[in-house]
């Protein structure tokens, strides 16, 4: 009898082990199966940062590509598409990957912050600003964020929210030169002189070295004419900067205004030699000519203009003014009727008309004839 119920669970234990066989065998294929696909997507991710170790770009796209072939549901890999993307200057493409990471791990303030970068890039300044701003939410006192919102606000001349995005960053950090070079520019654009003075005054107490902040003070004392001011602020920028052109055009542009053209036309001579082909410092040249009334001279270097800055239609316009001083009216037609042509294609009615009415003039000076 015990040899028979032995048996009897011999068998059972036979057939029992028959039957979980193949369900055993099934889970072991596919761990090993997980295991490979585990083992294929970390060397891929490996691959594709060494590719973009070495700048190969291409190859690295593939990669991940084929990376997120295996896994749809890694952020890292399509943030990683993204990155690879915005290498390449491919921005559309990186948005697009960045936004698939992000509704993958919806909370990464980097990805926001990628993901306005790239828009930004792409010209959608306003989707930007928004990536930007939930970056913000997200990662509130990260600089990168907020000055990554000022930078797109800017572009889209949404002034108001730029200057208040810039004076958070100089709550942050107050060290920030950046943002104090961004509002004072601003300031000064909506013909706030006196905020702007106020500020770069005290941004220089911090950066008493940069020069870029005084040519900015130059500028802001420049709008409520004082002129005094402006140039003592220029002369120390020259200290601390010897070799910025843009010092000199800006002293040029005081010392002109104040038609003392002789000492203008060495300032810009000396921006024209630091910065070869300056169309700015041709232009002020050729404007000191022309108030000299040195018509040939004015002429040559209002030619010279046209040639650097072929779309810049005041190049244009003073040469047509020199060349009428010299009663060379067709030359001068000719030159007006560039100038008119470019006013009007960037939307500057009033200098359109303003041109409109030289051509007139001189049409009518050669029908007398």
Known sequence: MSYKIAN???????????????????????????????????????????????????RALKTYEKAASLDRQNSQIFSGIGYVQTLRTEYDA????????????????????????????????????VAYEKAIELEPDNIQNHLGLGVVLLREKEYDRAVETYNHILA????????????????IEQDKSPQAISLIQKAIQQYPQLADLQIQLATALLSKNDFTSA???????????????????????????????????????????????????????????????????????????????????SGYRYLGISLRARKRYDEAIAAFNQALKLYKSAGNTQEADKVAVFIDELNGKLNQN
């Open 172 to 187: 942050i950090a107050p060290d920030n030169e950046q943002a104090y070079s961004v509002v004072s520019r601003l300031l």
């Open 231 to 313: 140039l003592k602020v220029l002369k120390i920028a020259k200290q601390n900067d010897p070799y910025d052109h843009s010092i000199y055009l800006r002293t040029g542009d005081v010392l002109y205004q104040q038609q003392k053209f002789d000492a203008a036309l060495i300032e810009y001579q000396q921006a024209s030699r630091l910065k070869l082909n300056s169309a700015e410092a041709i232009e002020g040249i050729g404007k000191v000519y022309l108030a000299k009334q040195n018509y040939i001279r004015s002429t040559s270097e209002f030619r010279r203009l046209t040639t650097i800055a072929a779309n810049n239609p």
């Open 8 to 58: 009897f669970t011999c068998s059972a234990f036979i057939a029992l082990a028959l039957l979980l066989l193949p369900t055993a065998t099934k889970a072991n294929s596919e761990q090993a199966i997980a295991q490979a696909n585990y083992l294929e997507l970390n060397n891929l991710l490996l691959k594709g940062k060494q590719y973009v170790e070495k700048q190969n770009y291409d």
């Open 94 to 129: 990186a948005a697009k990957a960045y936004q698939q990471a992000i509704a993958l791990s919806p909370d990464d303030p980097k990805l926001y912050y990628a993901l306005g970068f790239c828009l930004g890039n792409a010209g959608e300044n306003a989707k930007a600003a």
